[in-house]
């Protein structure tokens, strides 16, 4: 699969050895030129003898999910399709996984140790359904704050999360390793406003980021009308915003317009009666560049800005957006 651009250095800076993630292995029956590892091995062992950093044969029931796996929701048609081709040209990039911590239950019917993926779990159920035994594997050794990264970038590179997951995934790296969001960005090779973009979903009531994780020819909202409904400051109003996108089908610009109309009408109170009707334009304008609510108390000659923040987070955001960083 090819891998996408706009990540920095991504799984090349946290895979060591380089050259054998980038070979091609299998054929028409799914086999590799790999070394195989024996199938008898004390489960508590880390594998001893097994050819670190290098490409072998595992028999598939060894590997076992990465707990601390972002992707959650595998697209069954996709995983077919996947299926098919590897049993037509086998596995073109091996699987990457390291020994499964000791006391990990060795797989159903084997005394044999597990292999814990690290990256690769998409193509690991996709081999499954077309039927291998085995798969050509690459093991290593990763500590858990490098295994949740690798995880991480992973399938960000090579299979979309869904917003929300990847937002959890951002907030799990942050917590667990003690990031920073700009170290964070570093790390994954995003931008820092695309980072706080992300973990701004998380405030989200359960409902919305559920429907969130839906696409929306499935019926759920995009990360777009996530951002209109962010820009409404009011519960109420978000919630109503929120059925009326669900419910009439609006989309991203016509959920944006009725947010900034929204917002308008819960600050009417707060506005002059009367105004030049060019600071209540350049209003509109702040409320839409800046995502939050914003008033202009005044007139053509003088006046404050009011621009509301809800987090030390959505500070940063608009920090960033009005210092142009």
């Known amino acids: ?27 028409a029956d799914g086999t590799s030129t790999g070394r195989k590892i024996s199938e008898k091995r004390p489960a508590s062992s880390a594998a001893p003898g097994a050819p670190h950093g290098e490409v072998v044969q595992l028999a598939i029931d060894r590997l076992v999910a990465n707990p601390g796996q972002p992707r959650k929701n595998f697209d069954e048609t996709e995983l077919r ?4 081709s590897i049993g037509e040209h086998g596995i073109i990039q091996p699987i990457i996984a390291m020994p499964a911590p000791k006391g990990t239950p060795a797989p159903k019917g084997t005394d044999a140790g ?9 193509r690991t159920r996709a081999a499954r359904l077309a039927g291998l035994s085995e798969v050509p594997v690459i093991i290593r050794e990763y500590t858990d704050q490098k295994r949740l990264e690798v995880s991480l970038i992973e399938n960000i590179q090579r299979s979309d999360l869904n917003p929300i997951e990847e937002a959890a995934a951002y907030k799990n790296l942050m917590d667990y390793s003690h990031l920073s ?25 359960a409902e919305m980021q559920k429907s969130l ?15 209109a409904l962010l820009a409404v400051t009011d519960k109420k109003l978000r919630d109503k915003l929120f059925r009326e996108i669900t419910g009439r089908g609006l989309s991203v610009r016509e959920a944006e317009k009725r947010a900034l109309a929204l917002n308008a009408a819960e600050g009417e109170a707060a506005k002059p009666l ?11 304008k702040f409320i839409e560049r800046l995502g939050t609510k914003v008033i202009i108390e005044g007139g053509l000659e003088k006046g404050r800005i009011h621009i509301e923040y809800y987090s030390m987070e959505d500070l940063d955001r608009l920090y ?3 210092g142009g960083r």
Do not use: C, W
């Open 320 to 322: 960033d957006i009005i």
């Open 81 to 84: 399709e996947l299926a098919d």
């Open 213 to 227: 994780e839906s696409s929306p020819e499935s019926g759920g909202i995009s990360a777009g009308h996530a951002r």
């Open 114 to 122: 597990s292999y814990i993926i690290i990256a690769g779990e998409r």
């Open 1 to 27: 699969m090819a891998r996408k651009g706009g990540l920095g250095r991504g799984l090349d800076a946290l895979l060591p050895g380089g050259g054998a993630d980038d070979a091609v292995f299998g054929g």
């Open 181 to 205: 969001q700009e170290e964070l960005a570093v790390k994954v090779g995003k931008s820092r406003s695309a980072v706080t973009n992300a973990l701004r979903l998380l405030k989200l009531p």
């Open 274 to 284: 009367k105004r030049p009707p060019e600071i209540t334009e350049m209003e509109e």
